[in-house]
């Protein structure tokens, strides 16, 4: 996999700051059952990095301490890092919402039939990624199989409530493009997926997120490869919005690796950028919860602190912008 820094770093991306925190984004882990094309973690059914028990009660300890509102649960697949549970029902205790950005496919896998029902059960916000409502389209980008194992998982969610009018449990789902495009219209695309997913499959669900690709890890190696890195990076610098600036997650949000070290975004974590805090090269969240100052704000003292930037920041900022919610614009 090739090294993406040094086709990033020269940048004239603009300077941004954090503002008040509220999201705690968390990667539990590479390990995952699948294989995705355009995954920028890179993670696959052979990766051993996972979220130990140390860390997983620190975590708890951050969120007791912090008063943070929403846990965003990330891998890989997340579920399948084994503290799962205990971390989930550690942030409900304390009323917080949790995230779990859920391919799907894992509803179905042996030794996961627990899983629909424990979301339910506590429920957690489940974002699912599903980049088309067309099998070939998305068994091309992930894996033969999957269009039709995430179809059952999604009828155990409806089956538990989840998307369904008048129901509290939350289905999201998750579109990325396919090649060196940016998403279509997030409003237009999540009608037509209603639509067709109800027609073909008496699907349901709450919202669609469109989620532009990052040029980095697997996707990033594979424009390289394919020579068509600087065309894809030309798209996302033509079509940057400076309105969407103000609205990028990493304002409101610190991400957390496997290994409980802070950055500013989960892609800035996977570029190994270490988020610029007290000048501290490496932070770890055991060295933010011993500062005096986070029992004493909500900020967690890093309202104000630079947010580390290259060439890969456009993608949040091109066209409607993208975040892990979604458009921005």
């Known amino acids: 996999m090739r090294d993406m820094l040094p086709l990033l770093k020269n940048t004239d991306f603009p300077a941004i700051k954090r503002a008040r925190m509220h999201t705690l984004q968390v990667n539990l882990g590479y390990l995952c059952n699948q294989t995705c094309f355009h995954c920028h973690v890179n993670a696959g059914p052979n990766r051993k990095e996972l979220m130990d028990e140390t860390n997983i009660n620190l975590l708890i300890q951050l969120m007791e301490l912090s008063g943070v509102k929403t846990l965003d649960l990330t891998g890989g697949a997340p579920e399948m890092n084994p503290h799962f549970k205990k971390l989930v029902l550690a942030a409900r205790k304390l009323k917080i919402n949790v995230i779990d950005r859920c391919n799907l496919t894992i509803l179905n896998e042996d030794g996961y039939e627990w899983l629909a029902d424990f979301l339910a059960e506590n429920q957690v916000e489940v974002a699912a990624s599903l980049p088309c409502y067309l099998e070939d389209n998305v068994d091309a980008q992930r894996g033969d199989g999957v269009f039709q194992s995430s179809i059952e998982g999604i009828k155990k969610l409806n089956a538990l409530g989840y998307g369904m009018d008048d129901s509290k449990l939350t289905l999201n789902l998750v579109y990325n493009p396919q090649g060196i495009s940016l998403p279509p219209s997030q409003e237009a695309l999540e009608n037509a997926y209603k639509k067709e997913l109800l027609a073909r499959y008496d699907i349901h669900f709450n919202e669609l997120f469109t989620i532009t690709n990052q040029p980095i890890a697997r996707f990033g ?31 409101t949000l610190i991400s957390i690796d496997w290994q409980g070290y802070v950055y500013d975004c989960d892609f800035n974590q996977m570029l190994g950028l270490h988020a610029p805090i007290e000048d501290e090269e490496k932070l770890h969240i055991a060295q933010l919860i011993a500062q005096e100052e986070l029992q004493q704000t909500l900020d967690y003292g890093l309202a104000g602190q ?20 979604g458009t921005l614009g």
């Open 221 to 251: 190696s594979t424009l390289v490869t394919k020579g068509q890195f600087d065309e894809y990076m030309q798209i996302l610098k033509d079509n940057f919005q400076q309105a969407n600036v103000k609205g990028v997650m990493c304002r």
């Open 306 to 325: 630079p947010i580390t930037v290259m060439n890969h920041c456009y993608a949040c900022t091109a066209g409607q912008g993208s975040s892990c919610g």
